[in-house]
């Protein structure tokens, strides 16, 4: 059996400690979902009388709920908000309005691409995570299984089919793993 591992005690120079990490792992998240939030809120908007609408809303009571979590979170740790809250307030809605615009496909290719990066980002934070934070590594996997089953529905629901899908799949990823880049600092 090897010896329990504490969070950050395996840190290089210019890694942050275990207060800032746990900071920005928290406060990256919280931005995430409310981002998610918004994505389908805009989803919504456009879709909300059509067949995808009961998928969006099922997503969408997911996110707030992964949501109040980090809200909690931040509030018993003492941590801050991105300073880039408003901006993922009206970014994430209209990105979920314009891609429902294009169609159900094309919504469903933005949960696609959001989805796969917030996977990925989810299984770097729980590696991170030593047993000192072995609660907070659990909810992260919890919300990692959550946010891959809604790219699996997403892609069952013939996400591959919206116009362009892998143009607008990689750009979508790309501009969700600069808004973690930039959320974990601002």
Not at 50 to 62: G, N, V
Not at 67 to 82: C, Q, Y
Not at 88 to 106: C, I, P
Request: net charge negative; hydrophobic share 45%.
């Amino acid at each position: 059996m090897s010896p329990p591992r504490a969070t950050a005690s395996d840190r290089l120079p210019g890694d942050p400690d275990k207060t800032e990490l746990l900071a920005q792992i928290i406060r990256v998240d919280q931005a995430g979902e409310y981002g998610a939030k918004r994505i389908y809120e805009g989803q919504l908007a456009v879709l909300g009388n059509t067949e995808a609408a009961p998928a969006l809303k099922a997503m969408l009571a997911q996110e707030e709920t992964h949501l109040a979590d980090f809200n909690r979170l931040m509030a018993e740790r003492g941590v801050r908000p991105t300073a880039l809250g408003p901006l993922w307030h009206a970014a994430g809605f209209a990105l979920g309005a314009a891609t429902a615009l294009l169609g159900k496909e094309a919504a469903m290719a933005c949960t696609v691409a959001v989805e796969e990066v917030i996977g990925e980002h989810y299984a770097e934070q729980a590696a991170q995570l030593g047993d000192d934070e072995t609660a907070l590594r659990e909810k992260i996997s919890d919300f990692r299984r959550d946010e891959l089953a809604h790219r699996d529905d997403a892609l069952a629901a013939n996400a591959e089919a919206a116009p362009g899908y892998p143009v607008l799949k990689e750009a979508i990823k790309a501009g969700t793993r600069l808004a973690i880049w930039m959320s974990k600092r601002l």
